[in-house]
C-alpha cells in the first residue's frame, strides 16, 4: 500500500508539472493576426534634405513591429520595362528581422538619387537595417521618356499586414507622353500600369512570423 501511494503521488507530480508546462507554452498566432503597421510618412528632416540639395528624391513610409523580435521583413523593388520584367527583375531587396527588441518602430523606404541621369543611384533602408545605394544602369531615362511620377499605393491610413502577407508600397513610372491616371491601390491597375509605362518600379513588403531567416 505504501508503494502504490508513492507510485500514486510521483504520478501526480508528474502529471501537474505536465500540466505547468503545457500552460506555460506561449499561444499558437493565429494566421489573420495583424504583426505589423505600415503609413505614409512626409515631410521629414531628411527629405528636405534631399529636395536642398538636390540630390533626387526619397519615398519615406513608418512601419511599426509590435512582434518584431519574431518577424522577418523584406522590402523589394521590381522592375519592369515596356511591360517585361527586367533582369536582374529584384533591382534591390533589404531582408532582416529577430530584432532584440520585442517591438520596434520607425522610418523605412526608397530613395533614388539622380533620377534623371544616366546612371542614377537607388537604396533602401529601414529604421533597423540599410542598403548603400548602389547604380542601376540601363533602367531610366531610356530613349524617348517623356516624364516620370511617383504614387503611393497605400492611402492616409495606417495598414495593418498579416503573416507573409505581400503589399505593393508604392510606384515610380516613366512614360512617353502624358500620364494616364491609375488607381495604385487596385492590382488590376498595377497591371495595366505597368504593361502600359516604359519603365516601372514597383516597391513591395513583406513580413513572417519566424524565429530565423
Same mark, same amino acid.
Not at 96 to 105: D, F, M, R, T
Not at 188 to 203: A, H
Given at each position: #500500500? %505504501?508503494?502504490?501511494?508513492?507510485?500514486?503521488?510521483?504520478?501526480?507530480?508528474?502529471?501537474?508539472?505536465?500540466?505547468?508546462? &503545457?500552460?506555460? %507554452?506561449?499561444?499558437? =498566432?493565429?494566421? +489573420?493576426?495583424?504583426?505589423?503597421?505600415?503609413?505614409? *510618412?512626409?515631410?521629414?528632416?531628411?527629405? *528636405? =534634405?534631399?529636395?536642398?540639395?538636390?540630390?533626387? $528624391?526619397?519615398?519615406?513610409? @513608418?512601419?511599426?513591429?509590435?512582434?518584431?523580435?519574431? =518577424?522577418?521583413? =523584406?522590402?523589394?523593388?521590381?522592375?519592369?520595362?515596356? &511591360?517585361?520584367?527586367? /533582369?536582374?527583375?529584384?533591382?534591390?531587396?533589404?531582408?532582416?528581422? $529577430?530584432?532584440? +527588441?520585442?517591438?520596434?518602430?520607425? @522610418? #523605412?523606404?526608397?530613395?533614388?538619387?539622380?533620377?534623371?541621369? /544616366?546612371?542614377?543611384l537607388l537604396f533602401l533602408y529601414s529604421s533597423d537595417a540599410s542598403i548603400r545605394p548602389h547604380k542601376i544602369e540601363n533602367v531610366l531615362n531610356q530613349e524617348g521618356v517623356g516624364g516620370s511620377v511617383w504614387e503611393y499605393a497605400i492611402g492616409k491610413e495606417e495598414v495593418a499586414l498579416e503573416s507573409g502577407e505581400t503589399r505593393v508600397l508604392g510606384i515610380y513610372r516613366q512614360v512617353k507622353d502624358s500620364f494616364r491616371p491609375y488607381d495604385p491601390e487596385d492590382n488590376n491597375q498595377i497591371t495595366q500600369m505597368i504593361n502600359e509605362g516604359m519603365t516601372v518600379l514597383v516597391l513591395k513588403i513583406k513580413v513572417e512570423l519566424r524565429d530565423r531567416p
Amino acid at each position: #500500500m %505504501k508503494i502504490n501511494r508513492i507510485i500514486i503521488s510521483l504520478l501526480v507530480v508528474i502529471f501537474t508539472c505536465l500540466t505547468v508546462i &503545457g500552460c506555460s %507554452k506561449e499561444p499558437v =498566432t493565429s494566421s +489573420n493576426e495583424k504583426i505589423a503597421y505600415i503609413s505614409i *510618412k512626409e515631410d521629414i528632416h531628411y527629405e *528636405k =534634405t534631399f529636395d536642398e540639395l538636390h540630390l533626387g $528624391n526619397v519615398y519615406n513610409y @513608418h512601419l511599426k513591429l509590435p512582434q518584431a523580435d519574431k =518577424t522577418w521583413v =523584406t522590402i523589394w523593388v521590381e522592375g519592369y520595362k515596356n &511591360g517585361e520584367k527586367m /533582369e536582374p527583375f529584384h533591382l534591390d531587396e533589404l531582408s532582416y528581422g $529577430n530584432n532584440p +527588441n520585442h517591438v520596434s518602430e520607425g @522610418h #523605412m523606404g526608397l530613395g533614388l538619387i539622380n533620377p534623371e541621369s /544616366e546612371v542614377p543611384l537607388l537604396f533602401l533602408y529601414s529604421s533597423d537595417a540599410s542598403i548603400r545605394p548602389h547604380k542601376i544602369e540601363n533602367v531610366l531615362n531610356q530613349e524617348g521618356v517623356g516624364g516620370s511620377v511617383w504614387e503611393y499605393a497605400i492611402g492616409k491610413e495606417e495598414v495593418a499586414l498579416e503573416s507573409g502577407e505581400t503589399r505593393v508600397l508604392g510606384i515610380y513610372r516613366q512614360v512617353k507622353d502624358s500620364f494616364r491616371p491609375y488607381d495604385p491601390e487596385d492590382n488590376n491597375q498595377i497591371t495595366q500600369m505597368i504593361n502600359e509605362g516604359m519603365t516601372v518600379l514597383v516597391l513591395k513588403i513583406k513580413v513572417e512570423l519566424r524565429d530565423r531567416p
